[in-house]
């Protein structure tokens, strides 16, 4: 997936869970391979 495609789904709250690496405002959104892992299987079938 592209980079605006997850920053989309971030906003919209469709998205794997995630998590900001530091506080400041240009800090890396950051995802764990298990939650990655977990989003791809729940997708499965889905069409959009």
């Known amino acids: ?3 605006r495609q997850m920053e989309r ?3 919209d709250g ?3 869970t995630w998590f900001k690496a530091g506080d ?3 800090s890396p959104c950051m995802y764990e391979l298990a939650d990655l ?3 791809v299987k729940t ?3 889905k069409v959009e």
């Open 37 to 39: 892992d977990m989003w």
């Open 14 to 16: 469709t998205g794997p």
């Open 9 to 11: 789904m971030r906003c």
């Open 43 to 45: 997708q499965k079938g």
């Open 24 to 26: 400041a405002i240009n």
């Open 1 to 3: 997936m592209s980079k």
